[in-house]
């Protein structure tokens, strides 16, 4: 399986504490050592929204591109796809709520509208080079919606085939999903849709985020998103505890005998030099 460490964009945003760029860029490259070929560095949001992720663009000129590692951005809209291109980012990623009431009263537009709305910076990346994926918060549920219907999260991913993203994932931003739910989604979207390259993204807010990385395994998936030392949640969801930690997968996976290429002692003492 793959594994992309999040910690930086998703765990550092819910931390009180900036840290400082430097400290970020030898993140970045302890995590690099540690086997990772896949890392969300940060997000182009507006500095006042996300002030963590203010000097994402100095992080990504600092570490310039690293041979074999694919570096991604979260954006929200063309402004991001921008940023990227000035500092030298080849990855980003777009993001969607799969709850109604949530991007309607956020955006005031469906879910389906913003990912139409997306097909600009689908536009703008290819003509720089740049990657670009998308993700769906809250597929499973949703403090507003409950239970996402399996229809409303079919044509969210239909709208991003339409502007021409493959790559997709599925974050339970809210941690509401449990096992036999992430199985069956899972493997339904895994078979309607095979041109698609999934990602999962659990947060572990009512303890169920490992086991529903294995029900997401045990269905097919091979991607997923840990935050190394379990940092961080999403400031905009109430009470959306951690990220499922970088640790406690590779745990899983070294005891199950599944490859990740990542070297769990060596992301145990990143986390202590964040935490102290
Ligand atoms: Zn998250």
Partial sequence: ITLC??????????????????????LLHGLVDAGFKVIEVGSFMHPKAVPQMADTDEVFKAVGQIPGVELRALIPNLRGVQRAVDCGCKKVKLNVSASRQHNLKNLNMTPEQSVAGFAECVKAAGEHG????GSISMPFGSPWDGRIPLADV???IEAYLNVGITEISLSDTSGMAVPNQVYEMCAHVAEKYPQVSWWLHFHNTRGLA???IMAAM??????FDTSFGGLGGCPFVPNAAGNISTEDVLNLCEESG???GVDCLKIMELSKRVRD
């Fill in 5 to 26: 460490e999040v910690g930086l964009r998703d765990g550092l945003q819910n931390e009180k504490t900036i840290l400082p760029t430097q400290e970020k860029v030898d």
């Fill in 130 to 133: 740049i990657a670009i994926s």
């Fill in 154 to 156: 079919e044509s969210i």
């Fill in 210 to 212: 490992i086991a529903n």
């Fill in 218 to 223: 045990e269905a097919g998936m091979t991607q």
């Fill in 258 to 260: 599944i490859e990740t």
